[in-house]
């Protein structure tokens, strides 16, 4: 476990289920992925900055750029760092 490592946000979905898909593949790669609002069951409310509804997918800051050719290959739009 790497609970010193940060996590970073590297793509937001419209729907719990959607980021769920998402999170599915990439795990399905070895990367370990965190859907937060799985989490909260089914509170929409806004949440650290993210619109309400949206899902956020999270993964260790020393996966991001294997995650993010991942979900590239898979035409997923991911989130870009803030600089």
Do not use: C, H
Not at 16 to 31: K, N, P, Q, V
């Amino acid at each position: 476990m790497r609970k010193d490592e940060a996590l970073v946000t590297i793509a937001t979905f419209p729907t719990e289920f959607e980021a769920s898909l998402a999170r599915g593949a990439l795990e399905a790669i070895g990367i370990s992925a965190l859907v937060p609002a799985e989490a909260r069951g089914s509170f929409r409310g806004l949440y650290n900055g993210v619109a309400p509804g949206a899902a956020e997918l999270k993964v260790f800051e020393s996966d991001r750029d294997r995650a993010v050719v991942e979900l590239r290959r898979l035409q997923i739009r991911v989130v870009e760092p803030p600089e």
